[in-house]
């Protein structure tokens, strides 16, 4: 079994600011994969960052990075020169290699941008 | 774009009606999902299918069931609508096979379901 925790269900940043949002995990499988979603207040979930669990290499993209430690089983994300549009609720998830596309996702983290 | 649509925003039926959520995908992917998103619980699994006419249970199936006839196509039957029911639903897509999970999912803008 998988699962996901957010131990922070609301985080403030003020603008320009960096902030990072934490996220746990536990798996029984050996190859998976974790992603950071974002659904502003419009609703539509998309797509922030992923990593592939067999790379040590943290992913990066453009002001968004992550923080992948395997061993302690953390996998937080990092946004830089916070934005009024990074305003939004931020999901931690993970899917297995084995498994049929199904990801397993944490609750939530709801973050507001302070102009 | 991948684009994932469903079929109402925002929805009102009565308690002990049937209700039917239509999703369609774009992108001929092959799996797709429905979750319901609660406050404090996140985004959690109802359904889920990776081919046409094939359907998986998620984490919460009850009082739910689905429907796949074609492949972009995907819909949420409640057989009896509840009170409890009442929640956002997200409908996603992902161009992945079975034995495969490492796609995206892409997600439709949401159904807001009030139950009366």
């Known amino acids: 079994a998988q699962t996901v925790t957010q131990s922070q269900p609301e985080m403030s940043v003020q603008e320009a600011e960096t902030v990072t949002l934490s996220c746990t995990y536990d798996?029984?499988?050996?190859?998976?994969?974790l992603f950071w979603y974002k659904q502003p207040p419009s609703r539509q979930m998309i797509l922030v960052i992923r990593?592939?669990?067999?790379?040590?290499q943290n992913a990066t993209e453009n002001r968004f990075s992550v923080n992948f430690q395997k061993a302690a089983k953390s996998f937080s994300l990092k946004i830089s020169d916070s934005q009024l549009g990074d305003a939004a609720m931020y999901f931690c998830?993970?899917?297995?290699?084995?498994?049929?596309?199904?990801?397993?996702f944490g609750k939530g983290t709801k973050l507001s941008v302070k102009p | 774009d991948v684009k994932v649509t469903q079929s109402s925003r925002y929805l009102v039926k009565r308690t002990g009606e049937k209700v039917f959520l239509e999703c369609v995908q774009d992108?001929?992917?092959?799996?797709m999902f429905w979750y319901r998103q609660d406050p404090g619980l996140g985004l959690r699994l109802i359904y889920f299918?990776?081919?046409?006419?094939?359907?998986e249970k998620g984490d919460i199936p009850e009082g739910y069931s689905v429907s796949r006839e074609k492949k972009e196509r995907f819909s949420l039957i409640l057989e009896s609508a509840s009170t409890n029911q009442t929640s956002m639903y997200l409908c996603?897509?992902?161009?992945?096979?079975?034995?495969?999970?490492?796609?995206?999912?892409?997600f439709g803008p949401g159904t807001r379901l009030t139950v009366t």
């Open positions: 990593q592939e669990a067999y790379k040590q």
């Open positions: 996603a897509s992902s161009p992945i096979s079975p034995g495969q999970g490492r796609a995206e999912q892409y």
């Open positions: 798996t029984s499988e050996s190859d998976y994969y």
């Open positions: 299918s990776y081919d046409v006419k094939m359907k």
């Open positions: 992108m001929d992917h092959e799996n």
């Open positions: 998830g993970i899917g297995g290699v084995g498994s049929q596309g199904n990801l397993i």
